[in-house]
């Protein structure tokens, strides 16, 4: 948690932790009408109803502004904002500075909140004091092998325990008060993806650390093809191309792709070329992901997971080198909006976003 010099509202907030607090739940969306039918009857089932409710579209052309007002019935405190053509991150920072609560809860279209999901997300802010984040969790919602597959593979707490001290929530279930967004300088709106990681990193910053609500949980399905999961991760690499985040890791993945590439067009004239490229793809490419695969193939009871999670893994690989290799192109080309912007968002420079949208 931060402890800080706190301004007027935060210390009223401070000093009122153990009543009830208001919450605002902020979510983006484009084109999902059936996420946004998922999201809003989870949301009109909660057990701590939110104070207010705010949707911003970023210029749906479907059906899902029509779904949206169907509910505005049963959530009458529901707000639809709609900006066309702005990216996930300014949405979250346009629903974030329209909201009226104290605490802003996050969720994506596609989500199911169980039903005690926002009393559980909320619970630290009402019985702590100077609590200003909140990690919310999240689990599988397959209806697949290959979506199950997926995410026992990509999401954090699936197969291992996760470590609250080090855990950086996803917008998907996360929890935090609307003084710490303008001191983040909000959702860093020059980056398309991993904007919820980058959040993360200044809360860090800071010098803070969320709050961990396990029970805090929505249902969320993974990608249900092998196309959507390379689309996916190509984007989570680009967003990591553009920042360098874990970019040490990204660069020896990288490394041994090229690596085996180079052995494999080598392999047509020499022997030793191809007992060398063999031996790289058994030890970086499959040895490297065999006790995941071994670990999904017994919770799922099916021996076909194995092959499905090797797969997936080569997929995302491919996907994140790829991904990773245009990010740091356009960063490489464009230094002011990624580079320096990432280090001015960083040192907690009060160049802001949310100081510069309120300009």
């Given at each position: 948690?931060?402890?800080?010099?706190?301004?007027?509202?935060?210390?009223?907030?401070?000093r009122?932790?153990?009543?009830?607090?208001?919450?605002?739940?902020?979510?983006?969306?484009?084109?999902?009408?059936?996420?946004?039918?998922?999201?809003?009857?989870?949301?009109?089932?909660?057990?701590?109803?939110p104070?207010?409710?705010?949707?911003?579209?970023?210029?749906?052309?479907?059906?899902?502004?029509?779904?949206?007002?169907?509910f505005?019935?049963?959530?009458?405190?529901?707000?639809?904002?709609?900006?066309?053509?702005?990216n996930?991150?300014s949405?979250?920072?346009?629903?974030?500075?329209?909201?009226?609560?104290?605490?802003?809860?996050?969720?994506?279209?596609?989500?199911?909140?169980?039903?005690?999901?926002?009393?559980?997300?909320?619970?630290?802010?009402?019985?702590?004091?100077n609590?200003?984040?909140?990690?919310?969790?999240?689990?599988?919602?397959?209806?697949?092998?290959?979506?199950?597959?997926?995410?026992?593979?990509?999401?954090?707490?699936?197969?291992?325990?996760?470590?609250?001290?080090?855990?950086?929530?996803?917008?998907?279930?996360?929890?935090?008060?609307?003084?710490?967004?303008?001191?983040?300088?909000?959702?860093p709106?020059?980056?398309?993806?991993?904007?919820?990681?980058?959040?993360?990193?200044?809360v860090?910053?800071?010098?803070?650390?969320?709050?961990?609500?396990?029970?805090?949980k929505?249902?969320w399905?993974?990608?249900?093809?092998?196309?959507?999961?390379?689309?996916?991760?190509?984007?989570?690499?680009?967003?990591?191309?553009?920042?360098?985040?874990?970019?040490?890791?990204?660069?020896?993945?990288?490394?041994?792709?090229?690596g085996l590439?180079?052995?494999?067009?080598?392999?047509?004239?020499?022997?030793?070329?191809?007992?060398?490229?063999?031996?790289?793809?058994a030890?970086?490419?499959?040895?490297?992901?065999?006790?995941?695969?071994?670990?999904?193939?017994?919770?799922?009871?099916?021996?076909?997971?194995?092959i499905?999670?090797?797969?997936?893994?080569w997929?995302?690989?491919?996907?994140?080198?790829?991904?990773?290799?245009?990010g740091?192109?356009?960063?490489?080309?464009?230094?002011?909006?990624?580079?320096?912007?990432?280090?001015?968002?960083?040192?907690?420079s009060?160049?802001?976003?949310?100081?510069?949208?309120?300009?």
């Open positions: 948690m931060l402890h800080r010099n706190a301004a007027k509202t935060s210390k009223s907030y401070a009122t932790a153990a009543r009830r607090v208001s919450v605002s739940v902020v979510l983006t969306v484009r084109n999902d009408p059936v996420g946004c039918a998922t999201v809003l009857s989870s949301l009109a089932s909660q057990t701590r109803q104070d207010e409710i705010i949707i911003v579209d970023g210029g749906s052309s479907d059906a899902t502004i029509p779904i949206i007002r169907q505005f019935t049963t959530l009458p405190q529901m707000r639809l904002m709609t900006t066309n053509g702005v996930i991150a949405g979250r920072n346009i629903g974030t500075r329209a909201a009226q609560s104290i605490v802003i809860a996050s969720i994506d279209a596609g989500c199911k909140a169980r039903p005690d999901w926002l009393a559980n997300l909320i619970k630290p802010f009402e019985e702590k004091e609590v200003d984040a909140v990690a919310g969790h999240y689990e599988i919602a397959s209806q697949t092998l290959l979506e199950c597959v997926v995410g026992l593979a990509t999401m954090r707490g699936a197969l291992e325990p996760i470590n609250p001290a080090t855990f950086n929530p996803s917008a998907r279930s996360m929890a935090f008060t609307k003084s710490l967004w303008h001191r983040t300088g909000g959702w709106e020059w980056i398309g993806y991993s904007e919820d990681t980058l959040f993360d990193h200044k860090r910053a800071l010098g803070g650390h969320f709050e961990f609500a396990h029970d805090a929505v249902d399905r993974p990608r249900t093809s092998f196309r959507a999961v390379a689309k996916q991760f190509y984007h989570y690499g680009t967003g990591r191309g553009h920042t360098q985040i874990d970019a040490a890791g990204y660069l020896y993945t990288i490394r041994n792709v090229v590439a180079v052995l494999a067009v080598a392999s047509c004239w020499t022997a030793w070329a191809m007992v060398a490229m063999v031996a790289m793809f030890y970086y490419f499959v040895y490297a992901h065999h006790r995941m695969a071994m670990a999904i193939a017994n919770k799922t009871g099916r021996p076909t997971a194995y499905l999670t090797m797969l997936v893994m997929i995302i690989t491919l996907g994140n080198c790829a991904g990773f290799a245009v740091s192109w356009q960063r490489w080309n464009d230094q002011e909006r990624y580079k320096l912007r990432l280090e001015t968002y960083l040192s907690g009060s160049t802001t976003e949310a100081t510069r949208a309120n300009a």
